[in-house]
């Protein structure tokens, strides 16, 4: 049987309008031009045949999700997962890839469903089964499934499992499963495929490998058509295959592993992510528009701590301007409110002239130590005190400079409590952005939900940020964007000790990473794109807010229906819901689930404002306190002289090592 080139699996969408039809034939047109390899495969029906028996198992149960992507209605791709009982943790990495990815689960039981699943009513697009599962099926079974994937009925994947048996897999000539228990080596993902691999295209990542692992290798002498995506090499050189694609007929077919492999970057958030990278991109890939998703792009360097005088310290505004422009990227500069009156006219005149490369946020209130830190040392009506101080303090700031602050709080020294979340959100705070996304106090491991959303929503629906520091592994910039994610990186002045150029390759390894298509914006900015958005059968968009606050641009040629959910828990203290300057302030969340029509090129802006908490006394801006006078004015001598020569920063670093940074350093 040869080989059907240059086809994406077709999607069926029966019982959709004919304008539905007609966008679908166009997508696979463009999808058309996606290659995905010349393999030269035999039959399948003799590949998936030979060297089988039938086998009796009904001492496993196996149990199937069909997935339809809708709200109201099936979506146009279906998908099945077929999956032994017994393995527990790869049905946690499934049901969360399905949840991020926006699919509902349902079990079946037997492969006569499946087969009416795809044979009668509602054809699927897409199959996930273990190859326990297949090589239990009959005969005449794995003829059927074979047709349905020759005839691109549906795309295949096909998981060799963990707590299945090793050896010679029987339904694929060449193909052997084994356990290993290597403890170390590099993540590869193929040069080829970046249709599916995407971003992360090339690259080579250290891992740690956990215990036991499956793995698979191909024999070289079968031509089976196999190319794998991603293996692991450990450090004697060995390849052990983890993911794979072959091409079958019109369809495409899929190998995979769930090893027990960890990032080894240092990097907390993404430790876990090889462990789900084959079934979200299978899903990613396959399930195309109908998968939720975020098609912008943005990025942004936040500068902590400075006012605007020039130079503060390392940082000279005029320097760093002419590299923005020759580098192409936006700054923030996290200014602490205590702050809000010193600025120079020569700076807010640079800032109010150039507000597509210059922007403010918030970066705490006083900057003392960890003011919004551990409640024994500052109470929570301390710290709710210090937010609404600070917004006050920044609001005087606006007023006296013209220049608006973005309402995000970074605050100093890493995240604030949970419960201080609550008073930032009570206070229509946009988001807070910190080098952790566990509230102090919060314990991990970091769950799969806060690795593949954007955003973390579970802290009282606050949207809680990560940011980097620009010296990270440039795998963590991939893998960012592989996951749709914000790309946000955060210095101090002392970056820029030697030339104000020091960001300007981050910036453009970006740039180049993205084909160009990146925007660096302010915060604010990256906020209003925190939402996720999916085709529906209806050529129209769901919209899945992430932020009390987002823009949305139809960027289609004709008019396109938006239909929008708010994601943020506590939806019953909103106080009133502004979709383009018109306000609402009865039956919201009713008004906000309206279709929404948006003509070619037009925007919407959908805000929600809640309400505030009772008896808040007005606050004053006014500064006290001698130990903070004293923590800004060491912070400033530091920053602002002795960070400036190599003497300086010779001091500062013993008076680190002995005050221990991380815990007892006074200077803020």
């Not at 079974?141 to 090793?166: C, F, H, R, Y």
């Not at 160009?516 to 807010?545: A, T």
Request: hydrophobic letters at 35%; one cysteine or more; glycine letters at 6%.
């Amino acid at each position: 049987m040869s080989t059907a080139k240059n086809k994406f699996p077709r999607l069926f969408f029966s019982r959709f309008r004919s304008k539905v039809q007609v966008i679908c034939i166009e997508v696979r047109k463009w999808c058309s031009t996606k290659v995905v390899g010349k393999a030269r495969i035999g039959s399948v029906g003799n590949m998936i045949s030979q060297g089988l028996s039938r086998r009796v198992f009904s001492s496993v149960v196996i149990y199937a999700f069909i997935t339809f992507l809708s709200l109201t209605d099936c979506y146009g791709i279906q998908t099945y997962i077929a999956w032994p009982a017994i393995d527990s943790d790869s049905q946690l990495i499934i049901q969360s890839v399905s949840k991020h990815l926006g699919v509902d689960p349902e079990y079946v039981t037997t492969f006569r469903q499946l087969e009416d699943s795809w044979g009668k009513k509602r054809p699927p697009s897409l199959m996930l089964l273990t190859d326990t599962f297949v090589s239990a099926l009959r005969s005449t079974e794995k003829q059927e499934l074979n047709d349905a994937l020759t005839n691109a009925k549906i795309d295949l994947m096909v998981v060799l499992d963990n707590s299945g048996p090793k050896g010679s897999v029987d339904f694929l000539e060449g193909l052997t499963k084994y356990k290993s228990r290597t403890t170390r080596g590099v993540l590869k993902f193929s040069a080829q495929h970046p249709e599916i691999l995407k971003e992360l295209v090339g690259m080579e990542i250290p891992v740690t490998v956990e215990g036991e692992s499956t793995f698979f290798n191909v024999a070289p002498q079968t031509n089976s058509g196999i190319e794998p995506l991603i293996w692991l090499q450990d450090p004697d050189g060995a390849r052990h295959i983890i993911m794979a694609i072959m091409r079958v007929g019109k369809g495409r077919f899929y190998l995979t592993t769930f090893p027990k492999c960890k990032i080894a970057n240092g990097n907390e958030t993404f430790r876990d992510l090889p462990q789900v990278l084959p079934i979200l991109m299978f899903l990613k890939q396959e399930g195309g528009e109908f998968c939720w998703q975020r098609k912008t792009i943005l990025a942004n360097l936040t500068i902590d701590d400075p006012w605007l005088v020039e130079p503060y310290g390392n940082l000279s505004y005029r320097g760093l301007l002419e590299q923005m422009e020759r580098a192409n990227f936006h700054t923030t500069i996290a200014l602490i409110p205590w702050n809000y009156d010193r600025s120079k006219k020569e700076v807010v005149d640079l800032f109010l002239k150039h507000p597509e490369r210059y922007s403010i946020t918030f970066h705490g209130n006083n900057h003392d130590r960890r003011e919004f830190g551990d409640y024994r040392h500052h109470s929570f009506n301390t710290q709710e005190t210090g937010i609404r101080q600070a917004i006050a303090r920044m609001a005087e700031f606006t007023r006296l400079t013209a220049i608006p602050a973005s309402k995000v709080m970074i605050f100093p020294h890493n995240i604030a409590p949970q419960e201080t979340l609550l008073a930032l959100k009570q206070s229509n705070f946009f988001a807070t952005i910190n080098s952790r996304i566990l509230p102090l106090g919060n314990r991990g491991p970091i769950d799969t939900d806060a690795m593949l959303e954007p955003v973390t929503l579970k802290y009282f629906g606050i949207p809680v940020i990560q940011r980097f520091n620009p010296r990270v592994d440039r795998s963590i910039i991939n893998i960012l964007l592989f996951l749709q994610k914000p790309l946000l990186f955060y210095t101090h002045q002392d970056y820029f000790n030697k030339n104000m150029g020091a960001f300007n390759e981050v910036a453009q390894y970006v740039n180049e990473r993205t084909g160009n298509r990146v925007r660096w914006v302010n915060l604010k900015e990256v906020c209003e794109s925190l939402y996720m958005e999916r085709l529906r059968p209806d050529g129209g968009y769901d919209i899945r807010m992430m932020a009390r606050s987002i823009s949305v641009k139809n960027p289609t040629t004709t008019t396109v229906s938006y239909h929008v959910k708010e994601s943020l828990s506590g939806s019953e203290n909103i106080e009133k819901l502004i979709i383009n300057g018109d306000t609402f302030r009865i039956n919201v969340e009713s008004e906000l689930s309206k279709p929404k029509a948006l003509r070619s090129g037009e925007r919407m802006g959908i805000e929600l404002v809640y309400k505030q908490p009772p008896d808040q006394t007005k606050v004053s801006i006014e500064r006290t306190g001698f130990r903070n006078y004293l923590i800004r004015w060491l912070s400033e001598v530091r920053d602002r002289y002795l960070s400036t020569s190599e003497v300086g920063r010779k001091v500062i670093a013993l008076i680190n090592s002995i005050l221990h940074r991380s815990q007892e350093n006074l200077i803020g």
